[in-house]
């Protein structure tokens, strides 16, 4: 029965360039000198080490523990010494340093012990910890945790289970060569995702530029689950996409603020579900991958790459010409140049293309743009890119957000097809990174402002508690005040004038006190001028002595003590200025 298929709005059709990595199987590449492992290599948190300098560990053993539910763990694909857990470049357009565990192989590749499972006799729970901890993630770009993905919608029934094995992207050919050579594994792991989703239907999704996969997945399918759908859909670029190729396949249309699964259905690559099935049927986490090697290259081919080989030892391989100018990491329209050929294979390194001046020629010189609105008629978003262009470039950010910018999946046909040559994907990465970078020092402006508002809050409450044990305080002593004395005997009580006599010896005790402080803080003032020493009196005129002496004489008139000051001021001798004077 032939599947009705959907078209989505958009897309162009690059030049494939796919047939001269087909033509051999995939080899095994060399192990290298020093393997250079990122614990970061998926989409969410970074994995925390579990293994220092000096440590041995073997093929398979654990180096870095999963930090959180959207993480994956990452495995030594080798036995060995650890040399360091350091920085080191990272496969990253920015080429920052990333934490990474250094391993010198010992050349025996012992693996660990290991250990398949039956996941038909686990709970579900227990199958997705069991894939996060064997670090699968999506193998078609994304690198998106695979366990995270398998939890359906409470509320809604799964459909569909489409698997992706369009590999629209130029160059790229190994899930191609993948599905040609290791089909039936691919169907057994689909197999494992149907049963954790309970997907009613499957449907694999393969352009039909490629009949070898095509004919090889069909195979498969016949022979290990005849109810598998196996869908030629035509070669149109992006149709690899996960949402693209959920609207050919299901009509679907899925909204950039809801998830797949809320619609009842869900999308994995052939490459993902494939090392699913290795990490519960084998044992074996995900330690390797397929990188296609492509280009401006002599012996173009597909290998299985151990994780953490630098790429300029896995670039040798191809043998590149010696016009090569740079490197590609991923496909033409969506990959980007490799910043440091020191940088290692990871989880998300698909394809790896030699670029040269003929194969990529320098672009033109960026152009005004002209409002033609190409780019708008291949987004297959049905955004507007010309608009986003212009406040990207205004640095609106707001307005590009009005805009949907992160509606965008930076698929690159807009750029494609620009006549005025705007890099417009360049652009609209700019604009997130800011609207990303101004969100987090919200946060963080906003974290901060929570916590000196606690602050204060504590702060009252304390001062208000305070305040409330001294009003106890005072309280109870005034009680203890008013409170009657006890009785006693007439003969005992004292005479009531002799009740006052305590009162009036405690406010003369207070005067005679006030009084001494006085007379203290005067001796000190007196102390001080005397340890005060004139300067600059060696050569005084007989004029200025006079005024001196004079001024002495004044001081030492004055009253020192509080009972001097008293009487003079009782004698009616002027005491200042009055008013009124």
Not at 223 to 237: I, K, S
Not at 247 to 273: D, I, M, Y
Request: glycine content about 6%; overall charge neutral; aromatic content about 6%.
């Amino acid at each position: 029965m032939l599947a009705q298929l959907f078209r989505f709005k958009g897309g162009v059709k690059p030049q494939t360039n796919k047939t001269i990595s087909v033509q051999e199987p995939i080899a095994q590449a060399p192990l290298p000198a020093r393997l250079f492992v990122p614990l970061h290599q998926s989409i969410g948190g970074a994995p925390n080490p579990l293994v220092q300098a000096g440590d041995t560990v073997r093929k398979g053993q654990l180096i870095g523990g999963a930090d959180a539910w959207v993480s994956a763990a990452v495995h030594a694909p080798t036995s060995g010494r650890v040399l360091a857990v350091e920085e080191h470049v990272a496969a990253h357009p920015s080429g920052l340093p990333t934490l990474s565990v250094v391993i010198e192989p010992d050349g025996r590749d012992e693996w660990i012990e290991r250990r398949p499972v039956d996941h038909q006799s686990l709970p579900p729970e227990r199958v997705r910890e069991l894939l996060r901890d064997a670090g699968v993630v999506g193998l078609g770009g994304a690198a998106f945790p695979s366990h995270a993905k398998l939890t359906p919608a409470r509320s809604v029934a799964m459909e569909q289970l489409v698997i992706n094995g369009a590999e629209c992207e130029p160059f790229m050919t190994c899930d191609d060569m993948l599905m040609r050579e290791r089909a039936d594994e691919i169907v057994r792991g689909i197999a494992i995702f149907r049963e954790l989703l309970a997907a009613r239907e499957v449907l694999i999704g393969i352009e039909d530029n490629k009949q070898e996969a095509i004919a090889a997945m069909h195979e498969a399918v016949l022979r290990l689950a005849p109810d598998y759908r196996v869908v030629a859909v035509p070669t149109r670029y992006p149709a690899g996409g996960a949402k693209q190729l959920i609207r050919v396949l299901t009509g679907k249309e899925v909204p950039a603020s809801r998830r797949s699964t809320e619609l009842g259905v869900q999308c994995f690559n052939v490459a993902t579900v494939y090392t699913a099935y290795r990490a519960l049927a084998c044992g074996e986490p995900v330690l390797s991958r397929i990188v296609t090697l492509t280009g401006n290259v002599e012996r173009p081919r597909n290998w299985e790459v151990s994780l953490g080989t630098p790429m300029r030892e896995v670039v040798a391989l191809a043998r590149p010409r010696a016009d090569t100018g740079s490197f590609l990491m991923g496909g033409p329209m969506m990959g980007f140049e490799i910043p440091d050929l020191d940088a290692p294979v990871v989880k998300a390194t698909n394809c790896i293309i030699a670029a040269s001046p003929g194969l990529f020629p320098p672009p033109p010189p960026e152009m005004p743009c002209i409002r033609c609105g190409a780019c708008a008629e291949v987004c297959p978003h049905e955004l507007q890119p010309f608009e986003l262009y212009w406040f990207s470039r205004a640095r609106n950010f707001g307005k590009t957000q009005e805009y949907y910018i992160f509606d965008c999946i930076e698929c690159g046909c807009c750029s494609y097809v620009c006549p005025s040559h705007i890099p417009l994907v360049q652009y609209f990465r700019f604009a997130k990174s800011e609207i990303w970078a101004r969100e987090r020092e919200k946060q963080a402006a906003d974290a901060a402002k929570e916590r000196f508002e606690l602050r204060n809050a504590r702060a009252e409450r304390e001062q208000a508690e305070k305040a409330e044990r001294l009003a106890r305080a005072a309280s109870a002593r005034t009680s203890e005040k008013k409170a009657p004395p006890e009785r006693t005997n007439a003969v005992d009580s004292p005479p009531a004038a002799a009740a006052g006599e305590p009162a009036a010896a405690a406010a003369t005790d207070a005067d005679a006190i006030r009084k001494a402080a006085i007379a203290a803080a005067m001796a000190r003032a007196r102390a001080q001028r005397e340890l005060a020493q004139p300067k600059n009196t060696d050569r005084l005129s007989a004029e200025q002595e006079r005024e001196i002496a004079a001024v002495e004489a004044r001081r030492g008139a004055q009253p020192a003590t509080p009972e001097a000051t008293a009487g003079a001021a009782g004698s009616g001798a002027p005491a200042g200025p009055q008013r009124g004077e």
